[in-house]
C-alpha cells in the first residue's frame, strides 16, 4: 500500500492548488496500457505457451520403471521388497540409496535426470526407488517417517549416513562425491 501511494506521489505532480490536493489530474508520463480486445488477445496465447513450454519437464522418471535401463536402479513395489532391501544394505554394506518419490511429485521428476546421470557416474552404488503412492507400503513409510518427497537416504557400511529432504541437485552431487568416490 506505501508503495503505491509512493508512486502515485511520483507519478503526479503538485500544481498550485488549482486541483483537489492541489494534485493536478495529468500524469508526468504515460503509462502504456494494453488494449484488452486486441493486444492482449494476441500476446497472451504466446506468453501463456513460453510460460509452458519452459516449465514442461519430460516424464524421464515414471512410477513404473526407469527408461535409461541402468542395472542399479530397482523400483521397490511393496513392503516386503523394501524390507528385504533394508536388510540387504544392513547386512552386505554396500553403498546404497533410498530414493523416495512420487509419481504427481514435479520436484521428483526435476530431479530424477540428476539422479540417473549420477546412477551412471556411481556404478557401485545402487538406487532403491519408492514410489510413496504403491499400495500397502504406506505403513512402512510412516514408520520410516517418510512425510515429504524428493527425500533421499544415503548409505554407506551399512547405516545411514545422510538425508537430502527436497530438489537440490548440487547437494546431491556434492554428497555423492563426498560419500561414494
Not at 494476441?42 to 513404473?64: E, H, N, Q, Y
Not at 517417517?145 to 527436497?166: A, M, N, T, Y
Request: aromatic fraction near 8%; charge should be positive; include cysteine.
Amino acid at each position: 500500500m506505501r508503495r503505491c501511494a509512493a508512486l502515485l506521489r511520483r507519478s503526479w505532480s503538485l500544481s498550485g492548488g488549482t486541483a483537489i490536493g492541489g494534485f493536478r489530474r495529468r500524469p508526468q508520463f504515460r503509462l502504456p496500457l494494453l488494449s484488452y480486445a486486441d493486444d492482449a488477445r494476441r500476446a497472451v496465447p504466446s506468453v501463456v505457451a513460453s510460460t509452458f513450454t519452459a516449465l514442461s519437464l519430460p516424464r524421464t522418471f515414471s512410477s513404473t520403471s526407469s527408461p535409461s535401463g541402468s542395472s542399479n536402479m530397482h523400483l521397490i513395489k511393496s513392503e516386503e521388497q523394501l524390507n528385504g532391501v533394508l536388510a540387504k544394505i544392513r547386512d552386505e554394506s554396500s553403498p546404497a540409496i533410498l530414493y523416495f518419490t512420487a509419481a504427481w511429485c514435479g520436484p521428483c521428476r526435476f530431479m530424477s535426470p540428476a539422479i540417473e546421470a549420477l546412477n551412471e557416474k556411481y556404478p557401485h552404488v545402487t538406487t532403491y526407488k519408492i514410489d510413496n503412492d504403491q499400495e500397502g507400503i504406506q505403513d512402512k513409510l510412516m514408520e520410516l517417517r517418510i512425510d515429504s518427497v524428493p527425500r533421499l537416504h544415503f548409505f554407506s557400511k551399512g547405516q545411514k549416513v545422510d538425508e537430502i529432504v527436497g530438489a537440490d541437485i548440487e547437494r546431491l552431487k556434492h554428497t555423492m562425491d563426498r560419500l561414494y568416490k
